[in-house]
């Protein structure tokens, strides 16, 4: 359903077909905000958003719309998230220091930073890491590092260095092309402002906007105040708000994968620990 | 029943002749949200559909109308199994950069789902779910069973007295609702319209002996 087909069944709701008691205006502005409510309370709504970093960037924007971080991948690998704080007691030089990420962490409010800072290079003389080692080889001869790799010369016009991993004694990745940064996160839909928008919901959830709607407009003190029909929408918002909470784990949607797993009754947490805790 | 037939039942019910205080373009209004209502929260109806992959895409939009996978296959012949992201995360950190024949089934968004590993082949994504009806007009039948269709009349005179604010007469018919909707959600699980022949299709979630042994007397 668009916003128009919306409005005009909460007119029919409210009996208010000639915007005597609500304006169009307060209808869409409830609309709005159960919109938005039902992504904070539901987290129902992701999406992706990639970008590529620059070398010796250590911040960058978030998505304007992003509401919660569910993950963060630097050339498809998941990292994970800390604070400045555990960062500061892992690494007393994370805010400067340079390589591949390992961890993320939120700068300020808007924006997302990385440690170390995202940091590679073509030039296969100038990479440095603390990661590893580098070993020089010079044209045409096969060498063993002091870690016991043997490295064959692949460049036979000049010297070239490899990057050895401190620990495991093997050759790694050379890090030559800009890091590819996937968030994956929560998003606060497009607010409706014409009446052929949509819901950024599933069909069914654009019910749960009228109720929204609904409930806010009875609530209201003044004409056309009742509880009993506040009370009413409100009870059928919170049931969609929970089902689609249940529906929209990631793991529910999915078959049930167990012969006892029967669907439950969306939005209890008993049924929800016996459906992924059996 | 037609859509028309069951709104007339409705108007009879609220006692309205003609048009009165509600027209008929309003009560199919009434009655699309309550047949949405219903099919949702019984997930009663429930079909097949096919979206072809091309090699690597990975990523698919699911059918509109989807409400939960009943099963979903590769290719006819493979069961992808449902994981979440933050499974698959824990277990396995670079499980997006896996190429080959898809095993599992991950839904993101309410729209979306990834498969893992991404299909390094073309390839077919059947889908058995359950679905949400598209709206009806008035010369439409419900597509689901008669004996359910009871539960719409209640849910349509329900809301017209909340409208009119007759909340004895309101909470009357929306109980009946409930009661009637609880009924055919219980029923239309599956299998559960065939005798009980199998231990695991008895209808409760969790198996209470009185409660199961109740519905079975009833039948």
């Known amino acids: 359903m668009n916003w128009g087909t919306i409005r005009d069944l909460a007119q029919v709701k409210l009996q208010d077909s000639g915007n005597k008691i609500w304006t169009d205006a307060q209808l869409l502005k409830w609309a709005n905000e159960s919109l938005s409510d039902l992504i904070i309370g539901s987290e129902g709504n992701t999406k992706y958003f990639r970008f590529e970093g620059e070398s010796g960037t250590r911040a960058y924007d978030l998505p304007e719309d992003l509401y919660e971080i569910r993950s963060v991948r630097v050339n498809g690998r998941k990292i994970f998230g800390k604070t400045s704080e555990e960062l500061e007691d892992l690494d007393r030089t994370y805010l400067v220091a340079l390589g591949r990420p390992d961890w993320y962490y939120l700068d300020g409010i808007n924006q997302i930073a990385f440690h170390k800072i995202p940091s590679w290079t073509d030039s296969k003389t100038t990479f440095d890491s603390e990661l590893g080692v580098l070993v020089n080889v010079d044209d045409d001869f096969e060498v063993s590092s002091e870690f016991g790799v043997t490295t064959e010369i692949l460049d036979d016009s000049g010297s070239e260095r490899y990057l050895v991993h401190p620990l495991e004694g093997a050759v790694i990745d050379w890090d030559s092309e800009p890091y590819v940064i996937d968030i994956f996160y929560s998003y606060k839909p497009a607010s409706m402002s014409l009446d052929t928008d949509t819901p950024d919901l599933p069909g069914y959830m654009h019910y749960a906007v009228l109720y929204g709607c609904l409930k806010e407009a009875f609530a209201r003190d003044g004409q056309g105040q009742d509880e009993n029909a506040a009370e009413f929408y409100t009870q059928r918002y919170k049931e969609l708000e929970k089902e689609f909470f249940g529906r929209s784990r990631e793991f529910d949607r999915g078959q049930d994968q167990m012969i006892s797993m029967q669907p439950p009754s969306w939005g209890s947490d008993q049924d929800w620990r016996i459906r992924v805790f059996p | ?219």
């Open chain 2, 1 to 219: 029943m037609t859509v028309q037939e069951i709104i007339d039942r409705a108007k009879d019910d609220f006692d309205q002749t003609g048009d009165g205080t509600f027209s008929d373009t309003q009560l199919l209004a009434i009655f699309n949200e309550g047949y949405t209502d219903l099919c949702r929260n019984t997930e009663m109806l429930d079909k097949q559909s096919e979206v072809t992959m091309s090699a690597l895409d990975g990523v698919l939009t699911i059918p509109s109308d989807f409400l939960h996978a009943r099963q979903t296959r590769w290719s006819y012949n493979t069961q992808l199994y449902a994981k979440s992201h933050r499974i698959l995360d824990y277990d396995q950190r670079d499980w997006k950069n896996e190429v080959g024949t898809p095993e599992y089934s991950v839904y993101f968004n309410f729209d979306q789902m990834r498969l893992k590993p991404i299909n390094s082949a073309a390839g077919t994504v059947t889908f058995r779910y359950t679905y949400i009806p598209a709206d009806l007009t008035v010369s439409d039948s419900p597509a689901i069973p008669l004996v359910y269709q009871e539960a719409l009349v209640d849910f349509i005179v329900a809301q017209m007295f909340v409208i009119v604010k007759e909340y004895n007469n309101a909470n009357a018919y929306w109980g009946n609702y409930l009661k009637r909707r609880a009924r055919a959600k219980r029923q239309s699980r599956d299998g559960q319209r065939t005798p009980d022949t199998l231990t695991t299709q008895r209808p409760v979630n969790v198996f209470s002996y009185p409660k199961w042994d109740q519905g079975y007397r009833t039948k």
